[in-house]
T-cell receptor, first 116, second 113 residues
Framework: AQTVTQSQPEMSVQEAETVTLSCTYDTSESDYYLFWYKQPPSRQMILVIRQEAYKQQNATENRFSVNFQKAAKSFSLKISDSQLGDAAMYFCAYRDYGGATNKLIFGTGTLLAVQP | EADIYQTPRYLVIGTGKKITLECSQTMGHDKMYWYQQDPGMELHLIHY???????EKGDLSSESTVSRIRTEHFPLTLESARPSHTSQYLC????????????FGSGTRLTVV
């Protein structure tokens, strides 16, 4: 079964600095998709960035970028120039289309604090 | 702006009451999901639907039930609420494309007293 592991329950970063959140996953599929979602306190979960496994180029969305290492099954999120609004719980998620459900599989989350 | 709506946002209810949590989306997505999430914790899939009249139980056993009579509407019902049902319930729907992401509602925070 596919699993997603986030080994950092909490992280902290100074405003304007860079932080990297770790995510590893386990799968026997070759075609899958990876996502990072952000959940601010008491607010809606939103998509931060997505990566297609067959694309070697790392995805980038403004200050957010990923380091996708397919062989190592690693998918880390880098936040540059951190802002106070980046403080949130961040979830790594995986989806493939090899089974019947195609559901998202989430990690346990990393709570990111941004210090002014 | 969110295209998936959940009501109520907060609900405090007594033990034994029947409740329905509403979820509606305006995007025409076939796939919809209900997750249960305790504060600061991971999401657990409790129900999903791939279209009208299609519902399945998720990974986490739940005493709740769901229905999907219309594409845009995916309500969750608890026939008899208990304190153990206290949690946050998130509704989501998926884009039809393979690389599509899920859109989440704002959630319903349920407290059973």
């Amino acid at each position: 079964a596919q699993t997603v592991t986030q080994s950092q329950p909490e992280m902290s970063v100074q405003e304007a600095e860079t932080v990297t959140l770790s995510c590893t996953y386990d799968t026997s599929e070759s075609d899958y998709y990876l996502f990072w979602y952000k959940q601010p306190p008491s607010r809606q979960m939103i998509l931060v960035i997505r990566q297609e496994a067959y694309k070697q180029q790392n995805a980038t969305e403004n200050r957010f970028s990923v380091n996708f290492q397919k062989a190592a099954k690693s998918f880390s999120l880098k936040i540059s120039d951190s802002q106070l609004g980046d403080a949130a719980m961040y979830f790594c998620a995986y989806r493939d289309y090899g089974g019947a459900t195609n559901k998202l599989i989430f990690g346990t989350g990393t709570l990111l604090a941004v210090q002014p | 702006e969110a295209d998936i709506y959940q009501t109520p946002r907060y609900l405090v209810i007594g033990t034994g009451k029947k409740i329905t949590l509403e979820c509606s989306q305006t995007m025409g997505h076939d796939k919809m999901y209900w997750y249960q999430q305790d504060p600061g914790m991971e999401l657990h899939l409790i129900h999903y639907s791939y279209g009208v009249n299609s519902t399945e139980k998720g990974d986490l056993s739940s005493e709740s039930t769901v229905s999907r009579i219309r594409t845009e509407h995916f309500p969750l019902t608890l026939e008899s609420a208990r304190p153990s049902h206290t949690s946050q319930y998130l509704c989501a729907s998926s884009e039809p494309l393979r690389q599509g992401a899920d859109t989440f509602g704002s959630g319903t925070r349920l407290t059973v007293v």
